[in-house]
């Protein structure tokens, strides 16, 4: 904790945090994930007191996360950086026409690798799609990885990457998270540090993009990864939100 609040205070921060298995727990089910009332209000103290709003940037969709997160000052960035709520205003940026009318193609196909394979589902997310296999018997999960690569593999415009227990279907070229993080500090890109924090391979872009002069931490024990820190778990990152809510309203600082 002594360390983060002194690299906290050598300049003015940014805190970027992905959401799924970095401030919440991974539950069955998206929807089934628990969000405790003191991480909101944390989260809320923290901005409070920083000088720049803090971003939670997902692979939800951008309706996803303001259900969940009832902080309006917050900037929101979802699907991987398409789409963007920041100060109110909520922007999208185009996705590839292309890849689209791909992703679209596969609702027919995703059902049937559905129906296989027993308590998996996928979910449309409109510019990206999840298949979740958390409640599939592991020994199926290298075959069912193996099916849907087969059939994201006829679409050139998409591809097709792993997460934490599910699999990203997502256009070839278009917003990522490390194209998110560059474009929040392209207007200072020297006098703020990013603080970003992930646990997917989703988030590694995030990492590399902030790496230059950021503090990057991956939640977890998945390796290899391009963050410089680690945290053990969700419930240890909130703790330690926690303990810096309580400095920032004790009143020595602020970020």
Known sequence: MSTLLRLLAEKPVQWIFDWDGTLVDLADHPRAIRVPASLIRDLGTIQEHSSYPLVILSGRSLADLEEFIP???????GNHGA???VGGAKTVIPPDPQAQASLKAL????????DRFRKSSWEDKQFTISFHMRQVDRRQWKELGE???RLVEDHTHLQ???????????????????DAVQMLFRDHPNSVRPVVFGDDW???DAFEA????????????????????????????????????????????RL
């Open 160 to 178: 097709l990457r792993p997460a934490d227990a599910c699999w990203e279907i997502r256009p070839k070229y278009g917003a990522t998270k490390g």
């Open 107 to 114: 609702t027919e196909p995703l059902n049937g690798l559905r």
């Open 202 to 204: 989703t988030d590694e």
């Open 83 to 85: 789409q963007w709520r």
């Open 210 to 253: 902030a790496n230059q002069d950021g503090i990057t931490v991956i939640i977890g024990s998945r390796r290899p990864t391009r963050a410089r820190y680690h945290v053990a778990t969700p419930a240890d990152l909130r703790e330690i939100l926690s303990q810096v809510a309580r400095f920032l309203l004790s009143g020595q600082g």
């Open 71 to 77: 902080l309006s000052d917050i900037t929101l960035i």
């Open 147 to 149: 099916q849907l690569a």
